[in-house]
């Protein structure tokens, strides 16, 4: 059992002290271990349950998730200290002067003609140019969030939040940016985007102190609570010396203390704010847990083979009701498929939608050289030019791994 005082109530000073005694060699074999790749989907996931939390107005439900939200941006923060890139007085740095340069007026009101949020976001990032702005929007977006972001843009929108809705929206934006800023290695953009994750659990921290519900001395004490009572084989005498062992006393810990008695309601818990593909994943993970075999790679293939049939059956006799329930359960067992085969959905689908754009792009490219409107290809000219396209790809993505 590791050195550590227990209090009534813990503070932001705390969290950090938990998170570096759980990943350091006397802690725990699963924080241990952990890496911005390895986390990254489950700070999407604490997201979007602080959004769901929102939408229940459940205010002791969101200290709880906000809390979660928290811990998370801390954690990847300490990962980067320990590599010597930053630490969290560098992330409050950069938020703290991100947040008075686009606020000229508030702290420099002396100069009259002050732009604007937008105007000052994009000069930061060298925008000139308004499609530069709507480019610069993070491709993990979910594909309608993603677009509604691009018109916002594209329609000079402001940037105040109008409601409490609002702001717990911007946190899944940002978490979804900090995902991007990780996969692409940069740790300046890390750090940035860290930043703006903790700005927005102080923002709407400070928003639910104004209602006297809570503050976030409150949410620090709840995810402190949580990270000792979760991790007993640190800071108490249950024994777990694999990640295994860790991760099913954190489940089971999980399921006593948010009352979950069977496991219909382990898979009722699962946020409904979460992308409708992630989501899917989560569940089926969740019944798997559960020893159902229906989820076997033999049963799921045979449910996506059988939901085929049965799409082109409901397309052929032209019901939009079969079509829609066909669809969705293929998708489902699309998502269950990916979780028996140890794949991220989410994720296959991304690279898949990628890989069309370079398709496309090359496609299009190869149209105007020939000076051709691809709007003007027959049916067969377009398939064939789309299978050389894609073989060139493929050939060029071989040859460059090679």
């Known amino acids: 059992m590791i050195n550590f005082t227990r209090k009534p109530r813990y503070g932001y000073e705390d969290l950090l002290e938990i998170i570096r005694l759980l990943r350091s060699p006397e802690g725990c074999p699963w924080d241990r271990v952990q890496t911005h790749q390895s986390i990254r989907r489950g700070m999407l996931e604490e997201a979007y349950e602080a959004a769901e939390a929102i939408d229940t107005d459940n205010a002791a439900l969101l200290k709880e998730e906000l809390g979660d939200v928290l811990m998370q941006a801390l954690f990847h923060t300490d990962i980067e200290r320990e590599a010597g890139h930053f630490d969290i007085d560098d992330v409050a740095d950069a938020a703290c002067k991100k947040l008075v340069y686009r606020h000229p007026h508030v702290f420099r009101r002396d100069e009259p003609d002050a732009p604007d949020w937008d105007t000052i976001k994009q000069r930061e990032r060298a925008q000139t140019t308004t499609a530069e702005a709507m480019d610069s929007v993070a491709r993990s977006l979910p594909a309608l969030w993603r677009c509604e972001k691009i018109q916002a843009k594209a329609a000079r929108t402001g940037f105040e939040w109008p409601d409490a809705d609002a702001a717990l929206d911007k946190v899944a934006e940002e978490t979804q940016e900090l995902r991007e800023a990780v996969a692409s290695g940069d740790a300046d953009a890390v750090t ?160 898949t939608t990628n890989q069309f754009i370079d398709c496309f792009r090359a496609m299009e490219e190869t149209c105007t050289a020939e000076k051709r409107e691809m709007e003007t290809l027959s049916h067969g000219e377009w398939n064939a030019l789309w299978k050389k396209t894609k073989q060139n790809l493929e050939e060029e993505a071989t040859h460059a791994a090679g």
């Open 192 to 351: 940035e985007e860290l930043g703006d994750l903790l700005l927005q659990v102080v923002f709407h921290s400070r928003i639910e102190t104004e209602q006297g519900h809570f503050t976030l001395d409150d949410v620090c004490t709840d995810i402190c609570n949580k990270l000792i009572i979760r991790h007993p084989h640190v800071f108490s005498t249950v024994q777990a010396d694999t990640t295994e062992e860790v991760l099913k006393n954190w489940d089971t810990i999980k399921e006593e203390t948010k009352h979950q008695t069977t496991r219909t309601q382990t898979l009722e818990a699962v946020a409904k704010t979460l992308p409708a593909l992630m989501r899917a994943q989560k569940v089926c993970k969740r019944a798997l847990k559960g020893n159902n075999r229906f989820l076997c790679n033999e049963s799921v293939l045979a449910s996506v083979t059988e939901c085929k049939h049965t799409l082109e059956e409901a397309m052929h006799m032209e019901d939009a009701e079969q079509i829609t329930r066909a669809m969705g359960e293929l998708l489902f067992c699309c998502a269950g498929m990916a979780q028996t085969l140890g794949l991220s959905a989410e994720q296959v689908l991304t690279d």
